[in-house]
T-cell receptor, first 109, second 112 residues
């Protein structure tokens, strides 16, 4: 099956800093989503982005499908951005998502 | 438009009991997916259902686990004779079509 690798595995930032989170995948995809799992365990949709670039406030994402990677940019980070960021892809007929192992982000005040 | 709803949010069961987890998809969504998040293993697909049909159950353990999505009412994930290894967070997601899934808050199952 498709492999999804995220890097770096852990990231510590000072409040106000910018960061880039990366997701590599091993095969062509129909769908790619970024999620934020907050400290309470809830999975929050950030982006549905099989290709191209999207922006939502301080967050933006770019997927280069031909090169099989996606990037999530966080600007002016805040302590509430802390948590685990997951990339998930769907490469088959039934749209089931395969998740990466996640990137744990800690934003220090 | 309410999001995906799951209940209970927390469930404690003794070994050997049954666990029933419920998921109400977003209004207008006919596709339901269940995922499990085990400690140290990440999020894994379990089963994909549409109304009254199981479309893909390739991620379901072969025994004790079953899922349904009846014509009326929520989708149910049922675990019979629970064991400690079933302790995990179980997430439901729904989709209006085959693009973009929206996740519920999860049910945290603890088996004692």
């Amino acid at each position: 099956g498709i492999q999804v690798e995220q890097s770096p595995p852990d990231l510590i930032l000072q409040e106000g800093a910018n960061s880039t989170l990366r997701c590599n995948f091993s095969d062509s995809v129909n769908n790619l989503q970024w999620f934020h799992q907050n400290p309470w365990g809830q999975l929050i949709n950030l982006f549905y982005i099989p290709s191209g670039t999207k922006q939502n406030g301080r967050l933006s994402a770019t997927t280069v499908a031909t090169e099989r990677y996606s990037l999530l940019y966080i600007s002016s980070s805040q302590t509430t951005d802390s948590g685990v960021y997951f990339c998930a892809v769907d490469s088959g007929a039934n749209s089931k998502l395969t998740f990466g192992k996640g990137i744990t982000l800690s934003v220090r005040p | 438009n309410a999001g995906v709803m799951q209940n209970p949010r927390h469930l404690v069961r003794r070994r050997g009991q049954e666990a029933r987890l419920r998921c109400s998809p977003m209004k207008g969504h006919s596709h339901v997916y269940w995922y499990r998040q085990l400690p140290e293993e990440g999020l894994k697909f379990m089963v994909y259902l549409q109304k009254e049909n199981i479309i893909d159950e390739s991620g379901m353990p072969k025994e004790r686990f079953s899922a349904e999505f009846p014509k009326e009412g929520p989708s149910i994930l049922r675990i019979q004779q629970v064991v400690r290894g079933d302790s995990a967070a179980y997430f439901c997601a729904s989709s209006p079509s085959a693009t973009g899934q929206y996740f519920g808050p999860g049910t945290r199952l603890t088996v004692t």
